[in-house]
């Protein structure tokens, strides 16, 4: 427990000494959306994260960079845990906003990077605020920023996918902008198998062809859903199979915790 408390404590420490380039990107934000601008707003989060998981001895390894589109797209992962989030900014290598429960809003600093980076924050509880975040999100995407969703709905905690919720997708199909699937293997051996203690391990993050607007525009939601479920496990190791634990279908929301 003590490497998982120091772990912790660093990222805090981080969190804390990115308060003077938290004021810098909150000028960012106030220019023209541009490339350049979402870049610059990036560059702490990716950095942070980056730090975070080399300093618990974590490896990543990505594959499938070439397979981003330029322009906004809607990314489209699994969730085995809650160091996803971390992979994915510190090692995407595009600048994202995600699909975030409401509760994260509390975190001080943290909250307000998230807003910078067009985060999108969901309650659950809500369903009418549940679909004025999804609109949200369509306008985010509309104007240029990429945005990453889990349609798990929750962790896996394992290497078992949960049935994919096709409510979210509606990002993509009203945006009309690409959807690329992301496998992500080994963050929940970083937490979740040790039943919260930090440890290092090695995480392996597969980003997939693009599944252009004109691909999916006919497909029905539950078939987009589907057809992405394959891609995302066909990543996977080949012994996992679904698991129906918890899957509702009238879920339309993604959360992270």
């Not at 990077?113 to 509880?125: A, K, N, P």
């Not at 004025?132 to 996918?161: C, D, M, Y």
């Amino acid at each position: 427990m003590l490497f998982t408390f120091w772990i912790y404590t660093y990222a805090i420490l981080l969190v804390i000494g990115s308060l003077f380039n938290l004021k810098q990107a909150k000028r960012f934000i106030q220019q023209p959306s541009t490339d350049e601008t979402r870049r610059k707003i990036f560059e702490t989060p990716m950095r942070v994260s980056q730090k975070v998981i080399q300093k618990s001895g974590t490896n990543v390894h990505v594959t499938g960079r070439e397979n981003i589109p330029d322009g906004p797209v809607l990314y489209v992962a699994n969730h085995q845990g809650l160091f996803d989030i971390l992979a994915i900014l510190g090692h995407l290598g595009r600048p994202v906003g995600f699909i975030a429960k409401k509760e994260i809003k509390k975190l001080p600093i943290i909250s307000t990077w998230m807003e910078l980076l067009q985060c999108v924050f969901i309650d659950r509880s809500d369903r009418r605020q549940s679909m004025n975040a999804i609109n949200q999100g369509i306008e985010n995407l509309k104007n240029g920023h990429s945005i990453v969703i889990f349609p798990e709905g929750t962790r896996s905690r394992g290497t078992k996918l949960n049935e994919f919720k096709p409510g979210s997708l509606r990002l993509a199909t009203k945006a009309k902008v690409p959807i690329v699937p992301v496998t992500i293997n080994g963050t929940y051996k970083m937490l979740e198998e040790e039943n919260g203690r930090v440890k290092g391990t090695t995480i392996y993050m597969t980003i997939h062809k693009p599944i252009l607007p004109e691909q999916f525009i006919s497909l029905k939601s539950a078939e987009l859903a589907a057809k992405l479920q394959g891609i995302v496990q066909s990543a996977l190791p080949l012994n996992d199979v679904l698991s129906n634990e918890d899957a509702s279908n009238e879920d339309i929301v993604i959360h992270t915790h």
